[in-house]
């Protein structure tokens, strides 16, 4: 199933403490941006990636797409300040395909088999999100005192990509920029119009990079994936 990818790179990755957009960190002397986009860049199932960045940002980004051989982006339109402007920016620009998947820049770890199923979930059904199994246990509190324990057999940690038939996400996005509303993802948009989503089960490895120590996590991935071969 061939779909196009939306990357929003435009945050500032305040939780990495870094002083610099996280995205251009390295993993294994390979910015973190680079290792996502790669995955997109071998499926012969994508067809066109657009990443939503700063504009002061562009030219560096430009650069590191030439010197990486990144040859299927498409565009990359100015990203807003929430990561839902930025992936509704991209939406704007794009002419309309069939599937359409967004995922976070910086989740370098999805695998090619995850997306697959999710481009073709998307298909069937109209929407598909990645998500993994809660292996805690799970506490509602209130200030610092537990109100509940939850049941843990129906939660899930919700991951990205997130895959949606186009005509339906851009809908999504559109009412959400109408009326002023800002989701959590780009599913809560989608559910707002009263249509399913449906979840498909990933990986623990699908790790966001978002503080220093998922850099280590991370390291250690990859590391593991280079020794399997």
Not at 105 to 122: D, G, H, M, N, S
Not at 175 to 195: I, N, P, S, W, Y
């Amino acid at each position: 199933m061939q779909y196009e990818v939306v990357l929003p790179a435009a945050g500032s990755g305040k939780r990495m403490g870094a002083g610099q957009n996280k995205l251009f960190l390295p993993l294994l002397e390979k910015p973190i941006l680079m290792h996502t986009l790669e995955i997109f860049e071998r499926d012969h199932h994508c067809t066109g990636i657009w990443l939503a960045v700063k504009p002061e940002e562009k030219a560096f980004i430009e650069e590191l797409l030439e010197r990486y051989h990144i040859t299927k982006v498409k565009g990359l339109p100015a990203g807003g300040e929430e990561r839902q402007h930025s992936v509704h920016s991209c939406l704007k620009a794009m002419e309309q395909v069939e599937i359409v998947l967004v995922h976070d820049a910086a989740r370098p770890f999805i695998t090619q088999e995850i997306i697959a199923q999710l481009a073709k979930v998307a298909y069937e059904e109209g929407a598909a999100i990645a998500g993994v199994r809660a292996k805690d246990t799970m506490k509602k509190v209130r200030g610092t005192v537990i109100a509940e324990t939850i049941e843990r057999d129906s939660l899930w940690m919700i991951q990205t990509p997130q895959a949606f038939r186009f005509d339906l996400l851009a809908e999504a996005a559109d009412v959400a920029e109408k009326v002023g509303f800002l989701g959590t993802d780009e599913a809560m948009l989608v559910e707002r119009l009263g249509h399913e989503v449906h979840i498909v089960e990933s990986s623990y490895e699908n790790l966001k990079m978002t503080t220093q120590e998922d850099l280590l996590f991370g390291e250690a991935i990859l590391r593991k994936r280079v020794n399997e071969g």
